[in-house]
């Protein structure tokens, strides 16, 4: 099993940055892929970033794409997401998920390809 425990969120303000963390604790060693999604209420989970563990591969959301970044520190099985110049449409709560087997990268945007989801962090960005 993998438990994963997600931290950071809070109230900013539009324009402001916050850091999201996510450390994976458990079975980690078979970690091949972590991934950042957030869902409003009424809405499906979307896809935000995703991070290859070995490579470091990364892949973003057109709509975050140049303002977040997501990293991780495999010392600390730690996935972050830094987002910047953030908007009141960014409001979400953020889910992180860890995919325990190699996927393609294509698949990585898709909920249904991790294996494990923390409980969520709540992110509300104002006008």
């Known amino acids: 099993q993998v438990q994963l425990v997600e931290s950071g969120g809070g109230l900013v303000q539009a324009g402001g940055s916050l850091r999201l963390s996510c450390a994976a604790s458990g079975r980690t060693f078979t970690n091949y892929a972590m991934g950042w999604f957030r869902q409003v209420v009424g809405k499906e989970r979307e896809f935000v970033a995703s991070i290859t563990w070995s490579a470091g591969v990364t892949y973003y959301a057109a709509s975050v794409k140049g303002r977040f970044t997501i990293s991780r520190d495999s010392a600390k099985n730690t996935v972050y997401l830094q987002m910047n110049s953030l908007k009141p449409k960014d409001t979400a709560v953020y889910y992180c998920?860890?995919?325990?087997?190699?996927?393609?990268?294509?698949?990585?945007?898709?909920?249904?390809?991790?294996?494990?989801w923390g409980q969520g962090t709540q992110v509300t960005v104002s006008s």
């Open positions: 998920g860890l995919r325990g087997r190699f996927q393609w990268a294509n698949e990585l945007e898709k909920t249904s390809t991790y294996d494990y």
